[in-house]
């Protein structure tokens, strides 16, 4: 009789200790610190996942996991769940691993533990072919345990590489982020801030000052202003924690859980015979005026809805994710309101990162072509345009996921050839009426090919016409098959939808290989 009453007892206790033990975990540092934390307008580690994941969908690991370092009087300083918050749950009903630092405790910094438990995480999201978000708030390595936590970082940015490709994997910076800890950030697809309260650099304003004798503030280097628009380190910024997460949330709509998975289709309203009349006259019949190429894209979209990347940098080039028929699409576009939609080195990589993305999570790319030509120069030569330039040409050549090209209105020289055209194995390449597909304009064509003539206006005017007769229109290239139709531009989103609705199982491979060595 009594052995029933004695376990009632105990496990009333087990669970009321089960309890104190989650709610002091739960506290993180403490009031002081998250009160301190509240006040720099940031949010605790567990306050962001709530708004990250679904209401209710939370599971956490680890909560109870303690450091084991017992230097520096570490010993009788424990934290349950050790600076870090990781789990899993869904966004908007789909699958995600997170880990959340937390600055409360022991300035988020990374121990041994602490890494042991992101590393659990990255193994299980690579397992079960779900995406890893992870919200960066950290003072960096955990300075009382050495070397012990270096380790750790090692094992994180082994664990980034091998999911490399696996599962997207997404970097939130919500505080600091500095020395080597910028490394996994960096390893992974895509990397957001919050502006004013966040910052990543390899070395802080000390460092700098000691070393070349700069004075500059952390925003000032590494903050979301430097790394969007100048370094291009991040993808996009936000203006506070929460409008970050929300904006998360909508991105992680548009990806695909892992690389064997499509991306997931959601719901539209939007007919893909949806016309644009006002199409008709985006590209201007001054062949040397600017336009928007951003209006063509939000007019394809489902809904208008566009998420662009890297807008703050290398503006001559737009990468976006949109919707067609509710499935993801990357979208690759010159710009030719800045630098005349020119190639060069920062928009090369910034479209060959983006293309290599799609590819690798089997994203198809529209390709929307207008430009010029290579930005010439020798900033660019002395940059490195070859090695650059090639890396956009490689990763067009070496995708495989379906790739629909317009040629809106210049399509020159090696750009052509660059982005998306048919030589490339482009599947379907439409070009505008007003499109010109040439080696170069006609005016520069003219002066090479009659410099001896060029004292002499009639003949030069005659022959730059005659090549502008020839050239400036898609009619010589569309003779050749190198562009499939010629399309009214109204009609663009149902031609394009219809392509991508047509190679929905498209299946091509390379030849066997360990890996490929893409110009880096
Ligand atoms: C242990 C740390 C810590 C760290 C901060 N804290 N960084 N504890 N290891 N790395 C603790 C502080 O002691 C403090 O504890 C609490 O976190 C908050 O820190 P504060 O300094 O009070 O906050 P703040 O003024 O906001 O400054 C934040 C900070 C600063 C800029 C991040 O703390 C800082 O500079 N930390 C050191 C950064 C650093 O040098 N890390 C090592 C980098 S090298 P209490 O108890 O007072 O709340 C590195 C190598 C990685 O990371 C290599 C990978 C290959």
């Known amino acids: 009789m009594k052995a029933p009453n004695r376990r009632k007892h105990a496990m009333s206790t087990i669970l009321t200790e089960l309890e104190e033990r989650r709610e002091s975990a739960r506290g993180g540092g403490g009031e002081r610190r998250v009160a301190a934390q509240h006040k720099r307008g940031k949010l605790t580690a567990r306050e962001r996942i709530e708004l990250l994941v679904d209401d209710g969908s939370f599971e956490e690991f680890d909560m109870f996991v303690a450091h084991r370092c ?12 050790d600076g870090v918050v990781t789990g899993w749950g869904t966004i908007n009903g789909r699958q995600v691993y997170v880990f959340s630092q937390d600055f409360t405790v022991f300035g988020g910094s990374l121990s041994e533990t602490h890494a042991a438990k992101i590393s659990k995480i990255m193994d299980m999201a690579v397992k079960n072919g779900a995406p890893i978000v992870g919200i960066n708030d950290s003072g960096g390595a955990r300075i009382q345990e050495g070397v012990a936590s270096l380790a750790g970082y090692a094992e994180v940015f082994q664990r980034n590489v091998l999911a490399s490709g696996v599962v997207p ?22 990397i957001f801030m919050v502006r004013d309260t966040s910052y990543m650099f390899v070395t802080g304003p000390d460092v700098v000052k000691t070393v070349t004798n700069e004075v500059i503030s952390a925003e000032e280097l590494g903050g979301s202003k430097t790394h969007t628009a100048r370094s291009s380190v991040a993808d996009g910024a936000f203006e506070n924690d929460v409008e970050t997460l929300i904006e998360i949330r909508r991105f992680f709509d548009f990806l695909p859980l892992n690389s064997q998975m499509k991306p997931p289709t959601l719901p539209t309203y939007d007919s893909p015979d949806r016309l644009e009349w006002s199409l008709d006259s985006l590209v201007p019949d001054n062949p040397n005026q600017p336009y928007d190429m951003k209006e063509l894209i939000y007019k394809l979209a489902d ?37 005349a939609g020119c190639l060069d080195i920062d928009s090369a990589r910034k479209a060959a990162r983006f293309v290599r993305f799609c590819n690798a999570f089997e994203i198809p790319i529209l390709t929307l072509v207008d430009v010029p030509g290579f930005l010439p120069g020798t900033s660019q030569e002395y940059g490195g345009i070859i ?10 050549a070496e995708a495989t996921v379906p790739k629909v090209t317009v040629i809106t209105r210049k399509a020159y020289g090696g750009a052509y050839v660059v982005m998306a055209s048919k030589h490339l194995r482009g599947d379907f390449n439409y070009a505008w009426p007003s499109a010109q597909i040439a080696v170069m304009g006609a ?3 003219v002066e090479i090919l009659y410099r001896s003539e060029l004292h002499n206006p009639e003949t030069i005017a005659a022959k730059t016409k005659e090549y502008e007769d020839r050239f400036a229109s898609p009619f010589a290239a569309a003779e050749k098959g190198f562009i499939d139709d010629v399309i009214m531009p109204h009609s663009t ?13 498209k299946s ?11 110009p880096l």
């Open 169 to 190: 994997q997404i970097s939130v910076i919500m505080g600091p982020c500095a020395g080597g800890a910028v490394y996994s950030p960096a390893m992974t697809d895509f």
């Open 443 to 445: 005016k520069g064509a």
């Open 493 to 505: 989103r149902k031609r394009v939808c219809r392509a991508f609705a047509s190679l929905k199982h």
């Open 303 to 339: 809904e208008g809805d566009v998420f662009e990347l890297k807008e703050e940098f290398a503006r001559n080039i737009v990468t976006a994710f949109i919707r067609l028929e509710g499935t993801t699409v990357g979208v690759v576009a010159n710009q030719p309101m800045v630098l």
């Open 387 to 396: 090695i650059h330039g090639s890396k956009l040409l490689f990763a067009y």
């Open 508 to 518: 091509l491979s390379g030849p066997p290989k360990k890996h490929n060595n893409i």
């Open 70 to 81: 017992t230097d520096f009087g570490m010993a009788s300083n424990q934290i349950s769940g």
